[in-house]
């Protein structure tokens, strides 16, 4: 069983689990074995093979495996099956995109009966550097092991595939960005206007993005972008990370820190809260003395 689970195939059907086991790992490995369509990366022989086999509308969905940079997955399904029992893990983790890897709409319900996935090629996009249409620098595995489709599937059973989609899209995009670009969010005019933090995943006002003060994680350097919104440390607030795995390895260097900077942040919001409190209180006094006097002189006038 073993063997078998670290052999990889370039084309991988998984099949329904049954009601109940839909996420149960063993049951999984069961359902995935390995099968063949024709050679060539053709489509539309492909198709013609998966119609010949009975299905009715073959389709294809772009779609992740747990922890790919890139759409690495290209998924078959019959988009006309509506008898067969849902393949319900298959739904859930390859709700990326449409069909036939449409944007920014999911129009289709569910994937029932046998999905066929392969893996697909890094893709090309224009460099910022050079203006030339490249092939992005990403490690390409074309054999897929049935433990990495169990282990894809268990990865999205928590999370909504679309928007995990959008966010490694946004990512890869802004990889050749120069970074004082103003699609990182420098300050100043951006093609979203002055105020306004602009990527591929879209554009938010700069008020609204998390950490939009600080310039990049105190760790691996990436600078913040509504595609890596920084979050800063909880005690100190004043060391930014790109999320739990950059912070805890700079604890060690920044537990020595971390003290004095809290201290110091401590000290600075009392002072300002004082600043701020201060005029007020004063001037709440003079008010009652200003009161107190008028009165001691209408008492005077007899008033």
């Known amino acids: 069983m073993a063997a078998a689970q670290a052999q990889g195939y370039r084309f991988i059907e998984l099949k329904p689990v049954a009601e109940g086991d839909g996420w149960d790992a063993e049951a999984l490995l069961k359902a995935i ?57 298959a739904s859930k983790a390859f709700r990326c995109y449409g069909l036939d890897g449409k944007q920014g709409v999911i129009d289709w319900e569910a994937i029932r009966g046998p999905c066929v996935l392969l893996r697909g090629e890094p893709p090309k996009m224009t460099s910022f550097s050079t203006g030339k249409m ?45 970074r004082n670009h103003p699609m990182w969010g420098a300050a100043g005019p951006s093609p979203g206007g002055a105020g306004v933090y602009v990527s591929p995943a879209g554009s938010r006002p700069a008020d609204k993005v998390v950490g939009k003060d600080a310039l990049a994680c105190a760790t691996c350097g990436k600078p913040n972008s509504i595609a890596c919104g920084l979050k800063k440390c909880s005690a100190c607030k004043s060391a930014w990370y790109c999320g739990l795995d950059c912070q805890r390895k700079d604890f060690p260097r920044h537990k020595k820190e971390c003290k ?16 701020q409190e201060g005029p007020t209180a004063a001037a709440r006094a003079a008010a009652e003395a200003a009161g107190a006097a008028l009165a001691a002189e209408m008492k005077k006038m007899g008033m």
């Open 33 to 89: 074995s390995p099968t063949t369509l024709p050679p060539g990366d053709n489509e539309q022989l492909e198709k013609a093979e998966l119609r010949r086999r009975g299905w009715r509308d073959p389709r294809g969905l772009f779609g992740y495996s747990k922890d790919a940079p890139y759409k690495d997955l290209y998924i078959y399904f019959d988009a006309a099956d509506r008898s067969s029992p849902v393949n319900v893990a």
């Open 260 to 275: 004095a900077l809290a201290a110091a942040a401590a000290a600075k919001e009392k002072e300002a809260k004082a600043e």
């Open 134 to 178: 490249e092939t992005m620098d990403f490690p390409y595995h074309p054999l897929i092991t049935p433990q990495e489709l169990v282990d894809t599937l268990l990865f999205f059973k928590g999370r909504d595939a679309h928007k995990v989609a959008l966010k490694r899209d946004a990512a890869r995009a802004m990889m050749d960005v120069p």
